[in-house]
């Protein structure tokens, strides 16, 4: 048994990797930069609320916007690799009223 507990930072970061999440900075810089990777007009309707397994889940405020993400899929996760390179996304799926 380890007698020296880990930070809780420590295992909140194991645990997320176990989960396969990103780092919680990567998560953090996500919601900062959300703009500079949909855009202005995408940004305010939209918003990212998970990424796991490589799979990015945007909450939309309607079914308009859920297309639109849709129709700039490769768009999306092009910018979301220059901006976060060490972190897959390979999906993005669209999730109305989250």
Same mark, same amino acid.
């Given at each position: 048994? @380890?007698?020296?507990?880990? %930070?809780?930072?420590? $295992?909140?970061? @194991?645990? &997320?990797?176990? #989960?396969?999440?990103?780092?919680?900075?990567? #998560? =953090? %810089? &996500?919601?900062?930069? +959300? @703009?500079?990777?949909? =855009?202005? *007009?995408?940004?305010?309707?939209?918003?990212?609320?998970? #990424?796991?397994? =490589?799979?990015?889940?945007?909450?939309?405020?309607?079914? $308009?916007? *859920?297309?639109?993400?849709? +129709?700039? !899929?490769?768009?999306?996760?092009?910018?979301?690799?220059?901006?976060?390179?060490? $972190? !897959?996304?390979?999906?993005? $799926?669209?999730?109305? =009223? *989250?």
């Amino acid at each position: 048994m @380890n007698d020296h507990p880990s %930070a809780i930072g420590e $295992t909140l970061e @194991n645990y &997320l990797a176990y #989960l396969g999440a990103p780092p919680i900075r990567t #998560l =953090g %810089a &996500l919601q900062e930069r +959300w @703009n500079d990777i949909v =855009g202005p *007009a995408l940004s305010e309707p939209t918003r990212p609320i998970e #990424l796991l397994d =490589g799979v990015l889940v945007i909450g939309c405020d309607d079914a $308009t916007w *859920a297309s639109q993400v849709g +129709w700039m !899929e490769t768009q999306i996760i092009r910018r979301f690799h220059e901006l976060f390179p060490e $972190t !897959e996304v390979r999906k993005i $799926t669209a999730r109305i =009223g *989250a």
